[in-house]
Nanobody, 125 residues
Framework: VQLQAFGGGLVQAGESLRLSCAASGRRVSALGMGWFRQAPGKEREFVGGFNRAGGSTRYADSVKGRFTISRDNAKNTVYLQMNSLRPEDTAVYYC???????????????????WGQGTLVTVSS
């Protein structure tokens, strides 16, 4: 599985941005997917994800109610819609995939065996 994340950029606080994660080599409908982020000097942080069936989505408390993950099977792409962005959302965002992940492990980076290259999101105040 190869993942390519894109859509990052510079926005002002309160604005929205949508990230995309295009997959190749396997259908996203057969994968559990997650979004993570890493700010300078900090560890990689779970943002949100869903298990293979796509029926259960989990979000970090810090983004709950502001970020939404969706999947377009026809385009084999997963999205991260980010609304009401804050300066503390500034980070490199990564998408990740696993064919075997379970809901309780969505937040654990080592549960994923495929990673995209990351896309930078900068939110100015």
């Amino acid at each position: 599985v190869q993942l390519q994340a894109f859509g990052g950029g510079l926005v002002q606080a309160g604005e929205s941005l949508r990230l995309s994660c295009a997959a190749s080599g396997r259908r996203v409908s057969a994968l559990g997917m997650g979004w993570f982020r890493q700010a300078p000097g900090k560890e990689r942080e779970f943002v949100g994800g869903f298990n293979r069936a796509g029926g259960s989505t989990r979000y970090a408390d810090s983004v709950k109610g502001r970020f939404t993950i969706s999947r377009d099977n026809a385009k084999n792409t997963v999205y991260l819609q980010m609304n009401s962005l804050r300066p503390e959302d500034t980070a490199v965002y990564y998408c990740a995939a696993s064919g075997t992940i379970i809901y309780s492990s969505l937040h654990v980076p080592s549960s994923y065996n495929h990673w995209g290259q990351g896309t930078l999101v900068t939110v100015s105040s």
